[in-house]
């Protein structure tokens, strides 16, 4: 399992080789918690996540997507009812995803179905070939696990990507991409809101990177 975070207060933790761990270990660790602000209790509403990453609150209020960074997917997570906790897949993806925030621009999607939508990003795309691979020999994976976090981290070429995907019913609506990862890379959050780059009035996609030095803004 990945190392857990220092107890020692200043002490140094190595993320990169914590998610490379999880990575690896193919060990579905993740869970998603419930925080009630009543109470000041924290509950497991769902378990079994292979590395649980960003959350939104699904429109109909009654469940919540969350990126399953390794899985390559969002999942829905019931969270009232019957339903409650029961975890399906929503959406299949073309990467790690790791940020997932609602598109609160409103109105209909302009590109084919009406209704809502979130934008993903997705932190990055391995080797098609290498992820299956990885997939099927847990062999392989101890292997590659052996090797410096830094030195299996960068096997896979720079890319900035983002998609959007029907909060309806997951289909992927949108791509945007940075193929060579020249200006930013290794995205982590994509966040639609006001232009407040050109104050022109229109909106912009505010995407925050891992590693990066500041934030990127693209037009919408």
């Known amino acids: ?3 857990p975070p220092p107890a020692v207060p200043g002490a140094w933790w190595q993320p990169a080789a914590a998610a490379t761990t999880a990575l690896l270990s193919g060990l579905p660790t993740g869970r998603l918690l419930r925080f009630d602000e009543a109470t000041g209790v924290t509950t497991a509403v769902a378990g079994g996540l292979w590395f649980a990453n960003g959350v ?3 429109p109909d209020g009654r469940s919540a997507l969350v990126a399953e960074t390794f899985g390559g997917r969002l999942v829905r997570v019931g969270l009232t009812g019957e339903g409650e906790g029961v975890v399906s897949t929503f959406a299949r993806l073309p990467g ?3 940020g997932v925030e609602m ?3 409103g109105g209909d999607d302009e590109k084919g179905g009406g209704g809502p939508s979130l934008w993903v990003a997705i932190v990055e795309a391995p080797p098609r070939g290498l992820a299956r691979a990885l997939a099927r020999s847990r062999a392989l994976r101890w ?3 052996q090797l410096p976090p830094a030195l299996v981290a960068g096997g896979a070429p720079p890319l900035g990507l983002v998609v959007r995907v029907s909060a309806v019913d997951g289909r992927i609506l949108e791509t945007r991409a940075d ?3 020249k200006v930013v890379r290794g995205v982590t959050h994509a966040v639609a809101g006001p232009d407040v780059v050109t104050g022109g009035g229109g909106r912009r996609l505010y995407l925050g990177s891992l590693g990066g030095e500041g934030v990127v803004s693209v037009a919408l």
Do not use: E
């Open 1 to 3: 399992t990945a190392p």
């Open 56 to 58: 939104a609150l699904h």
């Open 96 to 98: 790690f995803p790791d």
């Open 103 to 105: 598109d609160g621009g």
């Open 143 to 145: 292997l590659v696990s």
């Open 179 to 181: 193929a060579g990862g």
